[in-house]
């Protein structure tokens, strides 16, 4: 367990203080995180989802177990999300913004890095995989709940289809099978919008803390950090089980099924204006929580 120290450090501490510095930003000079989570949702999130996806080399075999096992996972995690929202009589909002949280796990700089380090470099492709398949079936998920209340059912999915990080898929899986090259100019473009991503998130997030009241460490808000960090990971520990998933691919698929709900959650709330309060405040809490849960679940592994 004293060997979790170093990830604790090295990336754990990174992220708390790009946050804190978005925190104190936001308080010194009032800044509003809606035009930054613009910028995040529109612009700097696609070019991250292209930059990565068309150059992923994966194996089909693999990957269809890992689809299986995410996809069962997600889906009862909403379900138990949804029921939970109906069984405290929370309220459509409320309730859309727990399974929001409760599907979306920060897979990316909390995940990718924490695979590295528990399974070694040569797991990094099957990292880059779970990471794509959770952060796809999530954000479909996660916009269709945020954009139900104001919209036909039909008019959310499609709206969810067709945001800019959903839309650029195709576009991406069509140059990797194609083997398309961009211009010099603008692979480079790409790749600076891309890697400017995540500390966006990490500011607007510390942006967003830095303007909301006293946090309200509701019950709604310790179910759906349970959620993300608990029952996702045994969920998928057996539906991994189930379809005979084992080995480095069983292991990283649950072990991003356990990571704490992701900070681009909170982009989708400000964005949508889905309780972002409620759905920051869960990002808060389950990520100091997952210290503890993902030192866990490594030594389980």
């Known amino acids: ?3 979790l120290a170093p990830i604790f450090v090295d990336i754990l501490l990174p992220v708390f203080g790009l ?28 070019a991250f989802f292209l930059d990565l996806l068309r150059d992923a080399d994966v194996t089909t075999g693999v990957v269809a177990q890992m ?39 920060n897979v990316g700089n909390f995940g990718i890095p924490i695979v590295a380090f528990a399974f070694g470099e040569d797991s990094l492709p ?11 079936s999530a954000f479909m998920i996660g916009v269709t709940a945020a954009t139900w209340r104001t919209s036909s059912p039909g008019r959310a999915i ?32 790409i790749t600076l919008l891309a890697n400017a991503m995540i500390g966006v998130m990490l500011l607007t997030l510390g942006v967003q803390l830095a303007g909301m009241q006293r946090p309200r460490f509701t019950t709604e808000v310790w179910i759906a950090s349970g959620l993300r960090l608990l029952i996702a990971p045994a969920v998928a520990a057996l539906a991994a089980a189930v379809v005979g ?21 909170a982009l989708i709330a400000i964005e949508h204006d889905l309780e972002p309060d409620f759905v920051t405040t869960t990002v808060l809490v389950s990520t100091v929580a997952s210290a503890l849960t993902l030192a866990t679940i490594i030594a389980l592994l």
């Open 67 to 105: 689809a299986i096992v995410m996809g069962i996972t997600t889906a009862v995690v909403a379900l138990l999300g949804l029921a939970a929202g109906k069984l405290l009589r929370s309220g459509y909002s409320v309730t859309a913004a727990t399974v929001l949280v409760a599907v979306y796990g």
């Open 245 to 265: 998933l084992g080995g480095v691919p069983g292991g990283v698929t649950i072990l991003q099924s356990a990571m704490p709900a992701a900070v681009f959650a």
């Open 1 to 3: 367990m004293t060997d």
């Open 19 to 46: 946050a804190t510095i978005g925190l104190l930003i936001g308080r010194r000079m009032g800044l509003d995180p809606a035009p930054l989570a613009k910028v995040a949702y529109y612009i700097l999130a696609p």
């Open 126 to 136: 099957l990292a880059g995989v779970s990471f794509l398949i959770i952060n796809f």
């Open 158 to 189: 499609f709206r969810a289809l067709t945001t800019p990080t959903v839309a650029v898929l195709p576009i991406a899986i069509l140059f990797n099978v194609n083997d398309v090259r961009l211009p010099v100019f603008a692979d480079r473009a």
